[in-house]
């Protein structure tokens, strides 16, 4: 069964970090590019960032650039979504998606997604 694993959210104060996991399991993560999504109380589900399958291509939503870098291990088969200067707005449900083409910030393009994991920024 392929499934996506997300860990590493929490409560945390504005301009604190913290840093996401993405998981794999039932298949190997080499040939797709991953995207994270975050989904806010009542508002569509957005793109974050996303690498390629190699990790030599690597793009962010403007309100995260500078703060967010999301970077891969193949070989451990994870992806990592480091968040820095985390503000309020960053609070949403985030999910990490795979898909067997390039990068794309449209959530219809992706093929598996985990079940999310509460990323909560307050003081």
């Known amino acids: 069964q392929l499934q996506l694993v997300e860990s590493g959210g929490g409560l945390v104060q504005p301009g604190g970090s913290l840093r996401l996991s993405c998981a794999a399991s039932g298949f190997t993560l080499n040939y797709y590019a991953i995207g994270w999504f975050r989904q806010a109380p009542g508002k569509e589900r957005e793109g974050v960032s996303c690498i390629s399958s190699s990790g030599g291509s690597t793009n962010y939503a403007d309100s995260v650039k500078g703060r967010f870098t999301i970077s891969r291990d193949n070989a451990k088969n994870m992806v990592y979504l480091q968040m820095n200067s985390l503000k309020p707005e960053d609070t949403a449900v985030y999910y990490c998606?795979?898909?067997?083409?390039?990068?794309?910030?449209?959530?219809?393009?992706?093929?598996?997604w985990g079940q999310g994991t509460q990323v909560t920024v307050s003081s």
């Open positions: 998606a795979a898909r067997e083409r390039g990068c794309s910030g449209y959530v219809h393009d992706y093929d598996y």
